[in-house]
T-cell receptor
Framework: AQSVSQHNHHVILSEAASLELGCNYSYGGTVNLFWYVQYPGQHLQLLLKYFSGDPLVKGIKGFEAEFIKSKFSFNLRKPSVQWSDTAEYFCAVNARNYGQNFVFGPGTRLSVLP | GAGVSQTPSNKVTEKGKYVELRCDPISGHTALYWYRQSLGQGPEFLIYFQGTGAADDSGLPNDRFFAVRPEGSVSTLKIQRTERGDSAVYLC???????????FGQGTRLTVV
């Protein structure tokens, strides 16, 4: 079945540590890729998106992600996390050959210790 | 401008009752999506609209669930004969065009007791 997977359920880091959250999808063809963040008590917000072009995309708050087509991956990175990055992170895929909805991964909870 | 607005923010209902959840998308957005999110899980697709028509309702779990968007703007998700398993946060999102970035509302937390 088509799916989106996120490697880590819960990641705990200290402030200033580097972050990488994995995302893999199983859809073929053209895909639009997204990372959303959900801060405690808030709604889902877009961090960054990839439609085409440069596979390294930069988003808000110092986040970036790299699309590797051969690996069906779209990993999220940040060189130095802050306590305020504590949140739930969701990878989402819009695969044009499989409809126009967004399929979300199960999410990764990030806890940053001060 | 205003974001996606969902009402009510919380709804507690008894098993077997009927509920309606409302979504006001961002003005001018043609695509509208409904998702359901259970604790510790990612949003699960229910249905999306392009304009007034339901373009894909394959995510609706059964015929107790129904959604409308009669004028291509506000949408209502309707759940008949609610069951305890329907308890979740129901999310609405809109996007300018299908497949573009979706903007989410705060959600409606539905609790069926």
């Amino acid at each position: 079945a088509q799916s989106v997977s996120q490697h880590n359920h819960h990641v705990i880091l200290s402030e200033a540590a580097s972050l990488e959250l994995g995302c893999n999808y199983s859809y073929g063809g053209t895909v639009n890729l997204f990372w959303y963040v959900q801060y405690p008590g808030q709604h889902l917000q877009l961090l960054l998106k990839y439609f085409s072009g440069d596979p390294l995309v930069k988003g808000i708050k110092g986040f970036e992600a790299e699309f590797i087509k051969s690996k069906f991956s779209f990993n999220l990175r940040k060189p130095s996390v802050q306590w305020s990055d504590t949140a739930e992170y969701f990878c989402a895929v819009n695969a044009r050959n499989y409809g126009q909805n967004f399929v979300f991964g199960p999410g990764t909870r990030l806890s940053v210790l001060p | 401008g205003a974001g996606v607005s969902q009402t009510p923010s919380n709804k507690v209902t008894e098993k077997g009752k009927y509920v309606e959840l409302r979504c006001d998308p961002i003005s001018g957005h043609t695509a509208l999506y409904w998702y359901r999110q259970s604790l510790g899980q990612g949003p699960e697709f229910l249905i999306y609209f392009q304009g007034t028509g339901a373009a894909d309702d394959s995510g609706l779990p059964n015929d107790r669930f129904f959604a409308v968007r009669p004028e291509g703007s506000v949408s209502t998700l309707k759940i008949q004969r609610t069951e305890r398993g329907d308890s979740a946060v129901y999310l609405c999102a809109s996007s300018l065009l299908l497949g573009y970035e979706a903007f989410f509302g705060q959600g409606t937390r539905l609790t069926v007791v």
